[in-house]
Nanobody, 124 residues
C-alpha cells in the first residue's frame, strides 16, 4: 500500500505564492510519474501538473504554465508544487497523485493513488 500525504495549503491574497508538498510512503515506491490535480467547488477534478520521477520531465495545464512549477526530490520521496501569481480561479482542493503508464498524465484514469487533498484559497 502507498500513502501520499500533502501539506502546505492555505489562504493567500491574489498574486501571492504557496508551495505544496507531497510525501510518498509505504512499500518500496518508485513511481514513474507523479502529479497534481485540483477540484474547485461544483467543478470536475482537473489536471494541474506532472513530473517523471527519473528524468524530471514536466507537464503543465495551460492555465498554470509560467506560474506554477513542479519538482521532486527522489531522496526524500517528495514532490512539490510551487504556485506563484495565484489567482482567485486557482482556489481549489489540490490532490497529489501517483500515476501509471497506461494513460496520458492529464487523465484521471492515470491515477493509481491519491493524497488526501489540501485546500488552496487565493482571495481577491
Amino acid at each position: 500500500q502507498v500513502q501520499l500525504v500533502e501539506s502546505g495549503g492555505g489562504l493567500v491574497q491574489a498574486g501571492g505564492s504557496l508551495r505544496l508538498s507531497c510525501v510518498a510512503s509505504g512499500r518500496t515506491f518508485i513511481p514513474e510519474t507523479m502529479g497534481w490535480f485540483r477540484q474547485a467547488p461544483g467543478k470536475e477534478r482537473e489536471f494541474v501538473a506532472a513530473i517523471t520521477w527519473i528524468g524530471a520531465t514536466t507537464y503543465y495545464a495551460d492555465s498554470v504554465k509560467g506560474r506554477f512549477a513542479i519538482s521532486r526530490d527522489p531522496a526524500k520521496n517528495t514532490m512539490y508544487l510551487q504556485m506563484n501569481s495565484l489567482k482567485p480561479e486557482d482556489t481549489a482542493v489540490y490532490y497529489c497523485a501517483a500515476l501509471n503508464r497506461y494513460y496520458a498524465v492529464s487523465s484521471l484514469r492515470a491515477v493509481d493513488y491519491w493524497g488526501q487533498g489540501s485546500q488552496v484559497t487565493a482571495s481577491s
